[in-house]
């Protein structure tokens, strides 16, 4: 409970060796696939997503393993039961070998229509090394490309009717990876915040949902060739690792970005009723949600002005939802005179029709809208002396698709969110690596525009790839998922601080990265805070201060900030984002440096309020699984 907020079991990882071949059985997937220690792929699942974009988890039966030295093979079945009670039933075989090959196959028979969005194979390719870097692609027809995986994030498939891929993780080392049974396409999961690019079966041009034939089995495969070429060196780290370094460095030429909370109007009262929790954190500013479509009307801007009224020192940003029934003028003066008759007055507000909260995938024609010019310049007239912010209340993926005007916004803004696609712990902390990503490629569209972020929480609360979020009354690890325990958790604290430190050099100038209350919110039942909290507080108290340079030897692991304090002090926040302890060395931060721990040890205490007490640090300590520090020192660089 007190690392992920549950007490559901994670999966269990089965590791598989074959000479230099690597691979992480995890739920009758792979995951993690090297080779002499270097990623060769992030995974290769076989997917079967119901009408709203949900993935069934169905248990794995049968489940068969053989392994030597040079050699292993998988064998299991499964079971997918649709809601109307169709079966879809699956066999699947892996086999992997020391001379770098790779095979996985499955066999997938239903005994009715079964409806689904994608059935079959994707395939995962690490963002990080492979960004810009050459590919080859065979297409269905036989024709090959030389091209490259996309720097900036491609807001539609950058590869199409795709038979194989070819590239080099690193010097020397060629990985071919061929798959068969229908046409396969690419598309950049960076805009989803997913740490890939994933190549998926059946193209999203051909409609969806679908149904799969009765008794007609559907068969597909991939497979993986590796070849070690002249100039390979094999990954050093993969047989030796020593503490990681944290570097500690110079001043940067930018500003920790503000921080600050999402409100929704059904979670003003339990913000109201803990006003202390909300002055203790200080967040820079307030995000309010306001939406007519869901009933939002004078009550929630009543509470909007109490809780604006317990911090006065905070922005008060206004997300307002435009229903896109009436031209946008009619509908930005409606809500501009509802506004004006309430005690709520906004510093901000964010203007967006309601149309744009939902996806429109390749493929899909698009819904009628207003044009954007005329939702912002009737905003600007509704609402004259206002900082007005456009963009998407949804997520960078539609952003990229649907461009916004500029002339007439003070800023930018999308959310993230990190269980789009796949919910596993692994999955979850690697999105982080997205993060620079998707900013930089915001970045090129909106060039000096003030850009802005969030929310950014572990749950989900809005879906734009179907009719919902997914409920979770289990606290299960579980995509879309509008409540995702691991927020309460140590978990959560360390995904908070490994998603400021992704923020360097991207110019974000403000953030919500978290909500107070309610099912994506920092208070525990009973009053008590998350360690989440304390990285909030920690991190609204930083914005604005000057940013240092610190530099991981192992990002993926441990990650952090650096900031010089009002007083000329030094504060970094480090996190441990991996479920095993971590040796840290912390470098160059001068004498007189203390730590405060958040831990499972430090967890219950922490609950009501307070870091655990600082002790002195000469940098050298082990950080338990996603365990959380602060450190002090009297000097900043």
């Not at 068969?64 to 050699?71: M, N, S, T």
């Not at 109201?272 to 869901?294: E, K, N, T, V």
């Not at 801007?301 to 009436?326: H, N, T, Y």
């Not at 610190?550 to 504060?571: F, K, N, Y």
């Amino acid at each position: 409970m007190k690392l992920f907020g549950t007490r559901e079991e994670a999966a269990p990882v089965r590791h598989l060796r074959a000479g230099q071949l690597c691979v992480d059985l995890v739920a009758g997937n792979l995951r993690t696939v090297r080779f002499a220690g270097v990623e060769v792929l992030r995974a290769v699942g076989y997917v079967v997503r119901d009408r709203d974009w949900g993935t069934y988890d169905p248990p794995i039966r049968d489940l068969a393993l053989e392994e030597d030295d040079d050699r292993f093979r998988v064998h299991y079945r499964a079971e997918v039961e649709a809601p109307d009670g169709v079966r879809l039933r699956v066999v699947a075989s892996i086999e992997g070998s020391a001379d770098g090959t790779l095979g996985f196959a499955v066999e997938a028979v239903t005994d009715g229509a079964f409806e689904t969005n994608r059935c079959g194979f994707c395939v995962l390719h690490p963002i990080e090394g492979n960004a810009g870097a050459p590919v080859r692609v065979e297409h269905t027809d036989g024709t090959v490309e030389d091209a490259r995986f996309p720097d900036h994030i491609e807001p539609w498939q950058p590869f199409q009717d795709i038979r194989s891929l070819a590239h080099e993780p690193v010097p020397g080392l060629r990985v071919t990876c061929r798959l068969e049974g229908d046409a396969f396409e690419m598309e950049d999961q960076r805009a989803w915040s997913d740490a890939s690019y994933k190549t998926y079966v059946r193209p999203l041009a051909r409609p969806w949902p679908y149904r799969l034939e009765a008794g007609r089995p559907d068969r597909q495969s991939v497979t993986l060739r590796i070849a070690a070429q002249a100039g390979f060196a094999p990954d050093s780290a993969d047989t030796a690792r020593g503490p990681v370094a944290v570097r500690l460095g110079a001043p940067l030429p930018e500003r920790m970005p503000r921080f600050g909370l999402a409100v929704a109007p059904e979670d003003a009262q339990a913000v109201l009723a803990l006003p202390a929790r909300l002055h203790d954190l200080a967040p820079a500013f307030l995000l309010f949600h306001f939406d007519p479509l869901a009933g939002h009307g004078a009550d929630a801007l009543e509470g909007f002005a109490r809780i604006a009224a317990l911090a006065p020192e905070a922005e008060c940003a206004l997300e307002l939802v435009l229903p896109g029934q009436d031209d946008p003028a009619a509908e930005t003066a409606q809500a501009a005179r509802l506004i004006e008759a309430s005690p709520f007055r906004p510093h901000t507000i964010v203007v967006g029709p309601s149309v744009d909260r939902q996806s429109t995938p390749p493929g899909s024609q698009w819904p009628a809208c207003p044009p954007l010019e005329d939702v912002y310049r009737a905003a600007r007239a509704a609402f004259p002396g206002v900082t007005l912010g456009g963009g998407m209340f949804s997520y960078f993926t539609e952003l990229n698709r649907k461009r916004v005007p500029l002339g007439d916004l003070d800023f930018v803004t999308h959310a993230t969110n990190p269980i789009v696609h796949a919910a596993d712990d692994l999955s979850v902390m690697q999105t982080l690596e997205a993060i620079p990503f998707i900013a930089r490629s915001t970045r090129a569209f909106v060039g000096n525009t003030p850009y802005r972020l969030g929310p950014t929480t572990i749950g989900m609360r809005q879906n734009p790839y179907g009719s919902r979020t997914m409920p979770n009354p289990e606290g299960k690890r579980m995509p879309m998922a509008n409540d995702d325990p691991r927020a309460r958790g140590l978990f959560g604290a360390a995904f908070l601080v490994g998603y400021a430190a992704r923020l360097v050099g991207v110019g974000v100038e403000a953030w919500a990265g978290a909500s107070l209350a309610g099912p994506r919110g920092l208070l525990l039942p009973g009053g008590g805070v998350a360690p989440a909290f304390h990285v909030a507080r920690g991190l609204a108290a930083l914005g604005g201060t000057g940013r240092l340079d610190l530099q991981s030897t192992t990002p993926g692991a441990v990650d952090g900030i650096a900031a010089r304090r009002p007083d000329g002090g030094l504060e970094i926040w480090l996190a441990n984002l991996t479920p095993e302890p971590q040796d840290v060395a912390i470098e160059g931060i001068g004498p007189d440096a203390a730590v405060s721990l958040l831990d499972e040890e430090a967890f219950d205490a922490a609950a009501d309020g307070a870091l655990p007490a600082a002790r002195a640090s000469d940098g050298r300590l082990v950080l338990p699984p996603y365990a959380v520090l602060r450190l002090l020192a009297p000097q900043a660089p």
